[in-house]
């Protein structure tokens, strides 16, 4: 989690430094949570960095792996189609892996990423009203 947070802030060494920790973890304990935490932090850091190609093929290749197998996969799903969005590659495997689970939990954070994922992969108009769809809500008063 500290090197998915370096990421966001895009603290690249420390990033780096904490995620090769995961990473070493799986390596030696074969947990596979521990090593999907840290190739998402390094594919957030990526993203952040413009760094398109080398975000999905880390997370590509996590999906096809043993983190395929983590729910972990299910949420960095969305960073997949930005990254193949803005490469210009299809989105299909990863929109559908988070559309199921959106769909199936039914929570309010799930269905505005869900429409974020549309709003990329889509074109005038509809993007836009995807956009729109993905704010969140006005809370409701009691």
Excluded: K
């Excluded at 989105?91 to 429409?115: I, K, S």
Aim: hydrophobic share 50%; charged share 25%; aromatic share 8%.
């Amino acid at each position: 989690m500290l090197a998915w947070i370096a990421a966001v802030e895009g603290e690249e060494e420390r990033c780096r430094e904490l995620a090769e920790l995961n990473l070493t973890h799986f390596a030696g304990e074969h947990v596979a949570t521990s090593a999907a935490w840290g190739v998402w932090a390094l594919a957030i850091l990526d993203l952040g960095y413009g760094r398109w190609a080398a975000a999905l093929d880390r997370l590509d290749v996590a999906a096809r792996g043993p983190i395929g197998r983590q729910v972990s996969a299910v949420f960095f799903a969305p960073d997949q189609v930005e990254a193949a969005v803005r490469l210009g590659r299809p989105a299909t495997e990863p929109f559908e892996r988070f559309r199921r689970y959106a769909e199936a939990a039914d929570v309010q954070w799930a269905q505005a990423v869900l429409h974020r994922c549309l709003a990329l992969m889509a074109t005038g108009p509809e993007a836009e009203d995807h956009m729109t769809s993905a704010r969140p809500r006005q809370p409701r008063r009691l």
